[in-house]
């Protein structure tokens, strides 16, 4: 780095570390506060590829090392003889909302009620079902499952062929399978047709729906093409964090808090960076 005392340019209220598809929409939402000056850093580049928002196009930039993370891999699986397995993620804008298969499930409502019960207050299937909700623009319109003007568009799946419905007519009367025409509902099994994450035939991602609309406020700043290399503390709290970007280190100060959104690789990664550090205090 060519300046690694580079000086604290600016103040900001919040820094959002990541903007994939939670920290685009943390960011966001922050920033429709006029009086919140919000700073956002992403360590990938805009979303501005040609294939990010067609929905085919997601087969191209899946694969293409600017926009996606390749270099994390599983351990060896025994039980797949000790083969390792990549464990790619976005890497711009939007982060894997801007570049993956486009299928819009939601998740088990078991799983959330699982996490509840063992202990995550506030994470029960009944207290994050308005949360979807509000961020979907549903092709069914709003109803109990269902958002009907969120940012996210949600429309049927788009490859419905002949072939399909065989293979789905299948599964329900010789295998007895029961058949699902909507996996966004608290019973997520069955065989059926996914909904995708598009309107109109386009990528819904969280740049789209978040960052885009709100970018032109001047209390949002965004810094593509940031990678952050760790969190700076007084003491145990949380005041600011180091970047680097183009080839210079900077510094960035938080008057209320540091959000990390770097996904579930990145963020572990600079969480226990910063555990080593704190056994020194």
């Known amino acids: 780095m060519k300046n690694p005392d580079q000086k604290i340019a600016r103040l900001y209220d919040y820094i959002i ?66 083969n390792t397995y990549p464990l790619p993620h976005g890497k711009l804008l939007g982060g894997s909302s801007a570049i993956n298969g486009l299928v819009h499930v939601r998740g088990s409502s078991f799983d959330y009620n699982t996490w509840e019960k063992e202990g995550a207050d506030g994470w029960g299937y009944r207290d994050v079902l308005p949360y979807f909700k509000k961020s979907e623009r549903d092709h069914r319109g709003e109803d109990e499952y269902h958002g009907g003007d969120g ?20 599964a329900v009367t010789t295998l007895n399978i029961p058949r699902n025409n909507d996996f966004n509902r608290p019973n997520i099994e069955g065989a059926g047709y996914w909904d995708l994450a598009t309107w109109k035939g386009r990528r819904s991602s969280t740049s789209a729906g978040y960052i ?49 959104s770097a ?9 226990s960076y910063q555990v080593s550090v704190l056994q020194i205090f």
Request: no cysteine.
């Open 17 to 82: 570390v990541g903007a994939g598809s939670a920290g685009a929409i943390v960011a966001a939402r922050l920033s429709e506060d006029p009086d919140k000056e919000v700073l956002l850093l992403e360590a990938g580049p805009e979303d501005n590829s040609y294939w990010s928002k067609i929905p085919l196009g997601f087969a191209k930039i899946l694969f293409n090392e600017k926009y996606m993370r390749w270099n994390h891999q599983t351990e060896n699986e025994p039980g797949l003889k000790n």
């Open 151 to 170: 940012p996210i568009g949600v429309e049927l799946a788009r490859w419905k062929n002949p072939l399909a419905d065989a293979y789905i007519d299948t």
């Open 212 to 260: 885009k609309p709100n970018r032109k406020h001047p209390n949002f700043t965004i810094l593509t093409e940031a990678y952050v290399t760790k969190v700076d503390f007084e003491g145990k709290t949380a005041v600011g964090v180091s970047y680097e970007r183009d080839g210079e280190l900077y510094h960035a100060q938080a008057k209320r808090e540091v959000i990390l």
């Open 263 to 271: 996904g579930a690789l990145q963020t572990p990664q600079l969480l």
